[in-house]
């Protein structure tokens, strides 16, 4: 923890996102707002540069004028690896201009192995990037096929290397439960990962629901799909390899060296201040949360016609951070709440969620430490459980 309460690695300052929705290929699980092909690539980022000088005005004196130097800017996806690197960079200088930047700001860009080669890799350090996130998801060549990555396993161990040579500072993406995967093979794609120079990790658990193809391979081979106490085993695994080599858990799904845990990420678990720009871009400007348009045909029209991206906007919430919601998300973090946040929001709850809520600790989910409150292993594995009291 840091003096100011936050978790290691928190600043409390703004934060920049920017949602880049192209990408040379559609996964079969992808649940992303991403399209494949880049024909729009050029309009699209003349909408994100009208979209942040909208906000000019706001910014310098509007509702917006808190909002000043962020320290983090994040480009996700899709995948923004996939497009040229100078309008990255273009994106910058305007958030600079208008915003302002720190001058020791974190910078992500979300990667796919098949795009990094050396001259890309250097191009974004030469647009002050110094942070990359890499979708690896697996390092075994047969469980990247269903999935339809672009890339093999002999790439995305290259790429990484090449990474963390140029950047120094690289995390990548694993999946859990992927068809075919065991607990060997998962064990082998962090320990790769691990070698090739990785300071973070983030695994996920591979959600097929909403992935016809996978839909349709586990109906006729269920076998290759593994169950949710396999799946809650796998987990357990990582989370006892990495602890092992210090890379700890930070976060439910989230791992890294000490000093390398994601400032950017760390803002959605604090709600501290982040504004996102371009399509389906969620914002928190620490008073309410708006999200944009996630068609991508809409977001250019508006910003053409210089309306505003925004499609849902929440009411104002006075203090969201000493709220349930704030609770849950602090919750995710391996540092959990201080104990006096946690009783006073749980002691607004009904009756009968209080007394359940005690149950968990009794039966070992939450754990009260060091004037703290926190999941336990076995409750990150049954956080739903956990969560579902302070809904
Ligand atoms: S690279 Fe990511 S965003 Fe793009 S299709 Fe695959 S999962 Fe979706």
Redesign the pocket.
């Known amino acids: 923890m840091t003096a100011d309460g936050l978790p290691r690695g928190a600043t409390g300052a703004p934060g920049a996102y920017v949602h880049v929705p192209f990408?040379a290929?559609?996964?079969t699980?992808?649940?992303?707002i991403?399209q494949e092909g880049k024909r729009e690539e050029g309009d699209f980022f003349e909408g994100v540069e009208r979209e942040i000088r909208a906000r000019q005005v706001e910014a310098s004196g509007g509702a917006l004028a808190a909002i000043r130097g962020f320290d983090s800017v994040y480009f996700g996806?899709?995948?923004p690896s996939y497009v040229d690197p100078l309008r990255l960079g273009r994106v910058l200088g305007t958030l600079e201009e208008v915003f302002g930047i720190s001058s020791n700001v974190e910078i992500t860009v979300e990667a796919?192995p098949d795009d990094l080669d050396v001259s890309r890799l250097l191009a974004l350090r030469g647009i002050g990037v110094n942070r990359l996130s890499i979708?690896v998801q697996s390092l075994v060549d047969a469980e990247l096929l269903p999935l339809e990555?672009r890339h093999d396993a002999a790439a995305a161990r290259r790429a990484v290397s090449e990474a963390a040579r140029v950047f120094g500072n690289v995390s990548a993406d694993l999946m859990i439960g992927i068809p075919g995967q065991t607990r060997e093979t998962l064990l082998a794609s962090v320990d790769g990962l691990l070698e090739a120079g990785v300071t973070h990790l983030s695994v996920y658990l591979l959600e097929i629901d909403k992935a016809p193809r996978l839909v349709a391979l586990k109906k006729e081979r269920p076998e290759l799909f593994p169950d949710d106490d396999e799946m809650a085993d796998r987990w357990e695994a990582v989370d006892e390899r990495l602890t092992a080599v210090d890379v700890p858990r930070y976060e439910l799904s989230n791992w890294a060296r000490p000093g390398f845990e994601s400032r950017h990420n760390l803002k959605y678990w604090t709600l501290t201040p982040v504004l996102g720009f371009g399509v389906g871009a969620h914002s928190y400007d620490g008073r309410k949360r708006y999200a944009n348009t996630g068609m991508l045909t809409e977001y250019l029209r508006r910003t053409r016609e210089g309306i505003s991206p925004v499609a849902t906007s929440e009411e104002e919430q006075e203090d969201l951070p000493r709220s349930k919601e704030g609770l849950m998300l602090g919750l995710r973090l391996s540092s959990g709440v201080p104990s006096d946040t946690f009783e006073e929001i749980s002691s607004l709850l009904p009756s009968e969620s209080i007394s359940r809520l005690e149950d968990t600790f009794v039966a070992g989910l939450l754990e009260r430490a060091d004037g703290r409150v926190r999941l336990t292993r076995r409750g990150v594995l049954l956080s739903n459980e956990v969560f579902s009291l302070l809904v």
């Open positions: 990408c290929h559609r996964c699980y992808c649940s992303f991403a996806g899709g995948t796919n979708g990555r």
